[in-house]
């Protein structure tokens, strides 16, 4: 079946701009994470949704950031007025329900001009 | 605060030719360890879950180990097509995210 999926692969925005990073788990999944990922590094957890409500957003870096999920499956990452720092590949993952295991988007890669 | 260390960051190996790769842990409860894969501009890709010491899981060429602080991605005889970074994350009994390591990258030469 068909894996989790994100768009756009890549988004080049300018630094105090607004964007927004779609996800769409694979179906019937009920948890769905977000990470972001800086070169070099490992995915850092950012948000996490159960069904329509987000279970766990100690990741979010600040207010800027902000997660939606609205009929429990599809989610948009938004960011508000971008900065340089914000430049990363943002990472989506999915679970079903009573599982552990994720599994993860090919992630969008966001570059602030 | 949970952490995860890798090591080493970087392994060369010639094609055939047998290592492992560490992932040292801290966490207040494990639920779950977990390896990835993750190739050049891909998301990383599910390999292992392991649940208690001295569990193992294998794969082909590779070989998943679990103790009480560490587990080691074994990799048996490796081919070209096993260069790639490899992940370890831990899930925490009392959270739903999980905490990565920075990852190994392996490179193989024929």
């Known amino acids: 079946g068909a894996g989790v999926s994100q768009t756009p692969s890549n988004k080049v925005t300018e630094k105090g701009k607004y964007v927004e990073l779609r996800c769409d788990p694979i179906?019937?999944?009920?948890?769905l994470y977000w990470y972001r990922q800086s070169l070099g590094q490992g995915p850092e957890f950012l948000i996490y949704f159960q069904g329509t409500g987000a279970a766990d957003d100690s990741g979010l870096p600040n207010d800027r950031f902000f997660a939606v999920r609205p009929e429990g499956s599809v989610s948009t990452l938004k960011i508000q007025r971008t900065e340089r720092g914000d430049s990363a590949v943002y990472l989506c993952?999915?679970?079903?329900?009573?599982?552990?295991?994720?599994?993860f988007g090919p992630g969008t890669r966001l570059t602030v001009l | 605060e949970d952490q995860v260390t890798q090591s080493p960051e970087a392994l060369r190996l010639q094609e055939g030719e047998s290592s492992s790769l560490n992932c040292s842990y801290t966490v207040s409860g494990l639920r779950g360890l977990f390896w990835y894969r993750q190739d050049p501009g891909k998301g990383p890709e599910f390999l292992f879950t392991?649940?208690?010491a001295g569990e193992e899981k294998e794969k082909e060429r590779l070989k998943a180990t679990l103790t009480k602080k560490e587990s080691f991605l074994h990799i048996t005889a490796p081919k070209p097509e096993d260069s790639a970074t490899y992940l370890c994350a831990v899930l925490n009994t009392n959270a739903g995210k999980s905490t990565f390591g920075d990852g190994t990258t392996l490179t193989v030469k024929p």
């Open positions: 179906s019937g999944h009920t948890a």
């Open positions: 993952a999915s679970s079903s329900r009573g599982a552990d295991t994720q599994y």
């Open positions: 392991l649940y208690s």
